[in-house]
């Protein structure tokens, strides 16, 4: 799996013209997933998102987490983080996972996200034409990729 996290002032989504969902001072979670992946990559992913120190203390330094915070959480399928760009101009999309086996785990991921952040975790419609606006707020943008824990 792989996590884009930016750190946003505020984030919403909009399907069909009509908000969806929004939050304020938080994290946009922009959730990839390959065939490869399971709920163990999910449950790791989940508990880093929401472990990460990367909100500012008292003195202006990352120390926070999402939680200590205050923050809240949207939760974005992108199958696109998978793109194969290697040949020609036109991304191919064949390393991402299928439909369904993505569906399960973003549904399992934005679960396991709210047992680690309670009440604070909003989500995007899985395979929606979606509209995501956001405030990258430093900008603060991380990526994070279960299959390479250490990147």
Not at 26 to 53: F, H, I, T, Y
Not at 65 to 92: H, W, Y
């Given at each position: 799996m792989r996590l884009i996290i930016q750190r946003v002032s505020h984030a919403s989504v909009t399907i069909n013209k009509q908000m969806h969902?929004?939050?304020?001072r938080g994290l946009l979670a922009l959730l990839g997933v390959c065939p490869e992946d399971n709920r163990e990559d999910a449950d790791w992913l989940a508990q880093k998102l929401c472990s990460m120190r990367i909100f500012g203390d008292e003195n202006g330094k990352m120390n926070l987490s999402v939680n200590d915070a205050g923050g809240e959480i949207l939760v974005v399928s992108q199958f696109t983080l998978f793109a194969a760009t290697k040949k020609g101009n036109r991304p191919s999309f064949i390393r991402a996972a299928g439909p369904e086996q993505a569906n399960e785990l973003y549904e399992y991921f934005a679960k396991a996200t709210l047992v680690h952040a309670p009440g604070r975790v909003k989500t995007?419609?899985?395979?929606?034409?979606?509209?995501?606006?956001?405030l990258n707020d430093g900008p603060v943008t991380i990526v994070m990729d279960s299959k390479n824990r250490d990147f």
């Amino acid at each position: 799996m792989r996590l884009i996290i930016q750190r946003v002032s505020h984030a919403s989504v909009t399907i069909n013209k009509q908000m969806h969902s929004s939050i304020g001072r938080g994290l946009l979670a922009l959730l990839g997933v390959c065939p490869e992946d399971n709920r163990e990559d999910a449950d790791w992913l989940a508990q880093k998102l929401c472990s990460m120190r990367i909100f500012g203390d008292e003195n202006g330094k990352m120390n926070l987490s999402v939680n200590d915070a205050g923050g809240e959480i949207l939760v974005v399928s992108q199958f696109t983080l998978f793109a194969a760009t290697k040949k020609g101009n036109r991304p191919s999309f064949i390393r991402a996972a299928g439909p369904e086996q993505a569906n399960e785990l973003y549904e399992y991921f934005a679960k396991a996200t709210l047992v680690h952040a309670p009440g604070r975790v909003k989500t995007g419609v899985f395979a929606a034409d979606m509209k995501v606006e956001l405030l990258n707020d430093g900008p603060v943008t991380i990526v994070m990729d279960s299959k390479n824990r250490d990147f």
